[in-house]
């Protein structure tokens, strides 16, 4: 384990704010923090532990069942019907469980990424690391930075651009061994799921959760 009492730097979430006075400093430091995302899971695949969706997808209705107890989807039974289904459509595709179980960070928001030094990324907060899917963390970094993005001063279309550039630097990182194109479609349920947890936040809008639900909606169709 390794404790640091402070890391000198912008987190990734800073360097969104400030994107436009740095132009491509963004791009290099998603790349960094794809790098070290797979270099992580890559170093520490658990061959011993049986690969499940289940866990992804539990978490996936529990998020649901809040939003329509507490949130946005409180008076929206059909919306929160829908999005059950399309969970359970997932659960029934084979690849989701087409994985080899890695260590993973469990919790890469844009706040756990510092860059201390050019060329350099550190990931904070680990007191989620478990064994599970790698497209879990990547799906949740780009959930985070697609909304990080819009929330400051951008559009889903600028965002996009950022969240694919994150995607192609993790592929790219990663061993060609690895399906890629199975990552990039768990990555898009567990970015999903990620959007939905985002839009539990009372500090936002009503319209802005009622955006995000839109947009994990139209991931998960």
Same mark, same amino acid.
């Given at each position: 384990a390794l404790f640091l009492e402070y890391v000198e730097g912008l987190?990734?979430?800073? *360097? *969104?704010?400030?994107r436009?006075?740095?132009?491509?400093?963004?791009?290099?430091?998603l790349a960094l923090a794809a790098r070290l995302l797979a270099k992580l899971h890559t170093g520490a695949t658990r061959s011993d532990r049986e690969p499940s969706f289940e866990p992804g997808a539990a978490y996936a209705r529990k998020v649901i069942d809040n939003l329509a107890r507490h949130g946005v989807l409180q008076d929206e039974p059909l919306v929160r019907d829908a999005l059950y289904d399309l969970v359970d459509r997932w659960a029934n595709r084979p690849e989701m469980a087409?994985?080899?179980?890695?260590? *993973?960070?469990?919790? =890469?928001?844009t706040t756990n990424?510092?860059? =201390?030094?050019?060329?350099?990324?550190?990931?904070?907060?680990?007191?989620?690391?478990? *064994?599970?899917?790698?497209?879990?963390?990547?799906?949740r970094l780009m959930a985070e930075v697609s909304h990080?993005?819009?929330r400051h001063g951008g559009n889903a279309e600028e965002a996009?651009?950022?969240?694919?550039?994150?995607?192609?630097?993790?592929?790219l990182s990663v061993p060609r061994s690895w399906d890629r194109d199975a990552i990039g479609q768990r990555a898009r349920f567990y970015r999903a799921s990620s959007t939905l947890r985002i839009?539990?936040?009372g500090w936002l809008s009503r319209l802005e959760r009622t955006a995000l639900v839109a947009q994990a909606m139209a991931l998960l169709v």
């Open positions: 987190t990734l979430e800073d *360097i *969104i704010a400030v436009r006075s740095q132009p491509g400093l963004l791009m290099e430091r087409a994985f080899a179980p890695v260590l *993973i960070h469990g919790d =890469p928001t990424f510092v860059f =201390p030094d050019p060329g350099k990324a550190v990931a904070l907060d680990w007191e989620r690391l478990k *064994i599970a899917d790698p497209a879990a963390d990547l799906g990080s993005v819009v996009e651009a950022f969240v694919q550039h994150l995607s192609q630097s993790y592929a839009a539990r936040n």
